[in-house]
């Protein structure tokens, strides 16, 4: 890693492009941060019950598949 600090330590401008790179993470944090305290209730239920009715799914075929 010291080679690549030293490489990088002598471009103009390259503090531009960790300011840049910070930005856009802080800013896709709080979009996440923000969708899913607005996301509505009816749809969390839903994606939670619907990881077991895909085992549910998942188990009857298996014991079709038996048969």
Do not use: C
């Not at 709080?30 to 085992?55: A, G, H, N, Q």
Request: proline share 1%; aromatic share 10%; glycine share 6%.
């Amino acid at each position: 890693m010291k080679f690549v600090g030293e490489v990088l330590g002598n471009v103009n401008g390259i503090q531009y492009y960790y300011i840049v790179g910070l930005i856009i993470f802080i800013s896709l944090m709080i979009v996440i941060l923000y969708r899913t305290i607005k996301m509505p209730k009816k749809e969390i239920i839903d994606i939670k019950t619907s990881i077991f009715e895909k085992d549910e799914l998942v188990q009857q075929d298996s014991l079709n598949k038996a048969e």
